[in-house]
């Protein structure tokens, strides 16, 4: 899978090296690999500001606003087809049927994606992905990640990450020149997009690690169960590090 798979493997790797000299006691047990995974947010968070933000600031501003949300809305119109796979794997067929539709309609009419005209004609967007999938049927998040350039995810939405990537219709290109043009641009296309909520993000939080793990999981919380989830106690699964298995404690929502 390209270098993806190198990827997570480094991650790995990682975490299993700063299991052992955390003491049990002392870890979250949604994040019971939070040393390492601050040190992984330290290297992403340099390697961002080093390289990420300045491309995306130079982007955006030589990109004319009409032509970089055009190629939002290209990729976007990407995305609805990984989507529509993760609808029909979770039998919500009328939402499947929702993202073919605006697949259908953007790819003609709004000109290959370019042009969002699916959302004007009122047909809504879900954005489903393989991490989700893997929660409707069941699987608990398990241990927090930070991985490696990709930044945020858990046990669950790493694998996730994987099944999405075979999905993405980029997958499919065989010209390492055209694909990676492909991932690069969507890259800096979304870190762009994200330059104003990262400046408010890093003006407001005493502590953006935590920050930042607890409002993923909580989005991701949110996603899984379509924006409804259940507000009473319940047994959330944790990791045990030491001994490489799940258990189960009571966690107040």
Known sequence: MRTVALILTCALMLLASGCASTPKELRDPRDPWEPVNRAVYRFNTDFDNAFMKPIAKGYQKVTPEPVDRGVTNFFDNIADVTSAVNNLLQFKLARAGSDVGRVAVNSTVGFLGFVDVATNMGIPSYKEDFGQTLGYWGYS??????????????????????????????????????????????????????????????????????????????????????????DEEYEEEFWDADNGEADARPVAI
């Open 141 to 230: 998040p398990g241990p927090y990640v930070v991985l490696p350039l990709l930044g945020p995810s858990s046990a669950r939405d790493t694998i996730g990450f994987a099944g999405d990537v075979v999905v993405d219709p980029f997958f499919s290109i065989r010209k390492n020149q055209i694909y990676w043009g492909a991932i690069g641009l969507r890259a800096i296309d979304q870190r762009a997009d994200l330059l104003t909520a990262g400046a408010v993000f890093e003006e407001a939080a005493l502590d953006p690690y935590s920050f930042l793990r607890d409002a993923y999981l909580q989005r991701r919380r949110h996603e899984v169960y379509d924006g409804d989830p259940p």
